[in-house]
T-cell receptor, first 114, second 111 residues
Framework: AQSVTQLGSHVSVSEGALVLLRCNYS??????LFWYVQYPNQGLQLLLK??????LVKGINGFEAEFKKSETSFHLTKPSAHMSDAAEYFC????????????FGSGTRLQVQP | DAGVIQSPRHEVTEMGQEVTLRCKPI?????LFWYRQTMMRGLELLIY????????DSGMPEDRFSAKMPNASFSTLKIQPSEPRDSAVYFC?????????FGEGSRLTVL
């Protein structure tokens, strides 16, 4: 079985500050890991994915995440927050066994202060 | 390219009524997923299909829920009879590789 835990249901940063959203996973097999973003009244949009290639993954909108097996983590970062980054962010995992369904974390709402 | 298309976007109904949510996946995708999103439970997988065949329906809450995929371009999620606790946003997603592509969701309110 696999699961993800997102630490912090709400994160607030100032515009221009570093964004760090935390995700820890639990998986009995090598995982695929994902970050999705959800804007109000919209569906989920893929930001980036880890599929056992490079451990540092770059995504859209300047976001990146690093897979750390020793820490079972896949934290999402962005060097400089923009007002348009305000949204809810979800970490997700699927096992590298062919089962395609993703298990999602509880989400982190990012607020960006001017 | 068209994304995943869901209808209706909003549905308000009364308890006991039948609700049918519809989904058109991205052309060429062989996996289709139904998720439900609520404040209390977050995103829950209800059921998913591969090549129109249900693979895992263990997340379907109870017999009031049913899902079908009669062909590669259409799926329905039906709730009969609906109850207030079914109020949620229902998402359809499709996939051909590892990542899922989501529709905009159907917001269901059961009074």
């Amino acid at each position: 079985a696999q699961s993800v835990t997102q630490l912090g249901s709400h994160v607030s940063v100032s515009e221009g500050a570093l964004v760090l959203l935390r995700c820890n996973y639990s998986s009995s097999v090598p995982p695929y890991l994902f970050w999705y973003v959800q804007y109000p009244n919209q569906g989920l949009q893929l930001l980036l994915k880890y599929t056992s290639a490079a451990t540092l993954v770059k995504g859209i909108n300047g976001f990146e995440a690093e897979f750390k097996k020793s820490e079972t983590s896949f934290h999402l970062t962005k060097p400089s927050a923009h007002m348009s980054d305000a949204a809810e962010y979800f970490c997700a995992v699927s096992p590298d066994t062919g089962r395609r369904a993703l298990t999602f974390g509880s989400g982190t709402r990012l607020q960006v202060q001017p | 390219d068209a994304g995943v298309i869901q209808s209706p976007r909003h549905e308000v109904t009364e308890m006991g009524q039948e609700v049918t949510l519809r989904c058109k996946p991205i052309s060429g995708h062989d996996y289709l997923f139904w998720y439900r999103q609520t404040m209390m439970r977050g995103l829950e997988l209800l059921i998913y299909f591969n090549n129109n065949v249900p693979i895992d329906d263990s997340g379907m809450p109870e017999d009031r829920f049913s899902a079908k995929m009669p062909n590669a371009s259409f799926s329905t999620l039906k709730i009969q009879p609906s109850e207030p606790r079914d109020s949620a946003v229902y998402f359809c997603a499709s996939s051909s590789r590892v990542e899922l592509f989501f529709g905009e969701g159907s917001r269901l309110t059961v009074l």
